[in-house]
């Protein structure tokens, strides 16, 4: 199912507070646009491409390289920042610098994006919408785990980067999506939202199930074909039963509405025939 841009004709009376929304991560962009504030937003991050409407839009540099500048010349009523990635708080800071207050998102789980949603609801004067885009997330995802519950829960590796390997972490919301899609994921011990992890560890734990979801620049390298030839991994089931995935960054690795729809595919993978169509 593709998650539809949110147009509540029930709300369509709820004018927004603010005319002029900068965001400055790819999950805020969405959030903002799933919220029906497509017309409220000016700049956006140079990695920023959904939905294609923000073609349209002035550009503020990557989401680790914001031109403060550009921000501030585009007068924001509102500016939406992010942490969800190490070194973010360098373009805050930048901002802040020059005047602006961008106000803050970084969700650690799953249940933190509604938390956010209702947050940017409330600041751009739209806090019904953003209940209403909740609730239907909700329905979603709950959708997707009723679909896979009591079907066998196949250990799920999850790769954002392959040299060194990096997985999620405790403070990441793809533990959350995984159990919620009928999988268990390895390694979501550790304390950070992601981490290098050895990959004796991942061998000796001999994973059902090798998902990809390499980011930035390597999405377009990213290729099963490569974890099936890692020398040390001939034995690990996940190869030997030809289950490594290669999945969308911007399906998991922003934290928004879209998440909703990699759960549905990262479901139907895990149990295939089991999720909704």
């Not at 207050?101 to 953003?130: H, M, Q, T, Y």
């Not at 159990?179 to 992890?197: K, M, Q, T």
Request: aromatic share 8%.
């Amino acid at each position: 199912m593709t998650f539809p841009l949110f147009a509540p004709v029930d709300l369509v009376e709820e004018v927004p507070a603010v005319g002029r929304i900068v965001s400055l991560a790819p999950s805020n962009t969405e959030i903002a646009y799933y919220l029906g504030l497509g017309p409220q937003m000016v700049g956006v991050c140079s990695d920023s491409d959904f939905p294609p409407d923000v073609g349209r839009l002035s550009r503020v540099g990557r989401d680790l390289q914001i031109d403060a500048e550009k921000v501030a010349a585009l007068y924001p009523d509102l500016v939406l920042a992010s942490l969800t990635v190490p070194g973010m708080e360098k373009c805050i800071d930048s901002c802040l610098q020059r005047g602006l207050d961008p106000l803050i998102l970084n969700p650690a789980k799953l249940e933190d994006l509604f938390a956010d949603i209702e947050k940017v609801g409330r600041a751009a004067g739209v806090p019904g919408r953003a209940r209403a885009l909740n609730r239907q997330l909700r329905a979603e995802f709950a959708g997707v785990e009723g679909s896979v519950k009591g079907r066998p829960r196949p250990t799920v590796y999850w790769e954002w980067w392959p040299k060194p390997l990096i997985t999620a972490g405790s403070k990441s919301w793809m533990g959350d999506v995984i159990r919620l899609c009928g999988g268990e994921p390895l390694f979501v011990d550790d304390v950070n939202a992601s981490h290098v992890i050895a990959e004796e560890r991942i061998v000796a734990a001999d994973p059902e199930v090798v998902a990809l979801c390499w980011c930035g620049t390597l999405q377009r390298k990213q290729d099963p074909a490569k974890v099936y030839e890692r020398p040390a991994w001939s034995a690990v089931r996940a190869v030997l039963n030809r289950r490594v995935f290669a999945f969308d960054e911007g399906l998991f690795g922003r934290p928004g509405p879209r998440l909703a729809d990699g759960a549905q595919v990262l479901a139907n993978l895990l149990h295939p025939g089991a999720a909704l169509a």
